[in-house]
């Protein structure tokens, strides 16, 4: 006997936002969970003989209502996110967990389960080590984070900081003041704050010092408080280094330490490596572990990862 589902779309709701051009998003349910799908004026239909499968359905074309209400438009990456997500949990709220406005992006949020996590624990715990490849908004979403502390009043300020590893060059031979020298080490942050933020209210924020970018360096002797503090590519960091960074964080502030152990640029061995080992189950501390499964770049990016994984693997048991 086939299971019949009703849903009712809110007649401020545009039909084409929720389902997508010639109503793709629909296509892609039916042929996805195998269902009858169809819109009867501002009726969804759902029909099919796996009651599962008609309440994932029934999930992820509600949530894809209210989402679209709260102002966003979501992608198709973004939908094709929702219905894997739902399909593994029906009851996640993964997207509509909204973090902060942005300029250029609408609005961030977490587009996966780890991600959730990960965004979980920056709120429980003053400490957080986030641990993954590229593309999975370790930095990202940390920034998006701390610009939603400093507009709630929850910190004073926002410290971001990186090791400047030299990757060829020599600083001292690169040209301009130090400034300039290290500023390439320090891009990657300033395009997150500053997808987030107006240019003008960024300058501002620089001027007075409420945002600080700086190298990892000139963390030495300070103690931090009231700030949300962000150290990026901190598996470049010495354990000397890593020792120094945490303990300069004070009252009323949060960490967030960021890196991914397979990108190791230094022949030392590595700050956040050995961090894991002397800082795991301490309380107050989490570490969030991300995988090519939250890599929300380009969809290619997950598969180069993951290819390379697999390559790294093949190289490791020939060695052995």
Do not use: W
């Amino acid at each position: 006997m086939a299971i019949i589902k009703k849903i009712r779309i809110p007649e401020d709701i545009i039909i084409v936002e929720v389902f997508g051009q010639y109503d793709n998003r629909i296509r892609y349910l039916r042929k996805r969970f195998n269902l009858d799908i169809t819109i009867k004026g501002n009726e969804v239909v759902i029909k099919g003989e796996d009651s599962e499968n008609v309440e994932i359905a029934e999930s992820i074309i509600q949530e894809m209502i209210n989402i679209t209400r709260d102002g966003h438009l979501i992608d198709k990456q973004e939908f094709e996110y929702l219905v894997d997500e739902k399909e593994i949990e029906k009851s996640s709220k993964v997207l509509t967990d909204v973090v902060t406005k942005t300029i250029a992006r609408g609005r961030v949020k977490p587009k996966t389960q780890g991600q959730k996590r990960y965004i979980e624990a920056i709120e429980k715990n003053d400490i957080v080590f986030s641990i993954g490849p590229a593309g999975t908004g370790k930095t990202y979403l940390a920034s998006a984070l701390a610009i939603d502390y400093l507009r709630s009043g929850k910190v004073n300020r926002i410290i971001l900081t990186r090791p400047a590893v030299e990757a060829g060059e020599k600083l001292g031979f690169l040209p301009g003041d130090l400034a300039e020298k290290v500023d390439p080490y320090l891009r990657p942050l300033f395009d997150a704050l500053m997808d987030m933020l107006p240019l003008e209210k960024f300058i501002s924020y620089r001027e007075r010092n409420i945002i600080e970018i700086a190298p990892l360096a000139y963390m030495r002797g300070r103690t931090l408080n009231n700030a949300f503090i962000i150290l990026d590519e901190a598996q470049n960091t010495t354990y000397e280094q890593m020792k120094m960074f945490l303990t300069r964080i004070g009252f009323n502030s949060k960490a967030v330490i960021t890196g991914d152990i397979t990108q190791i640029d230094i022949k030392e061995h590595s700050g956040l490596v050995i961090a894991q080992k002397i800082l795991s189950g301490i309380e107050g501390i989490s570490f969030v572990y991300l995988t090519e499964a939250d890599v929300v770049r380009h969809p290619l990016v997950k598969k180069i990862i993951k290819a390379y994984e697999n390559y790294e693997k093949g190289v490791k048991k020939q060695d052995e």
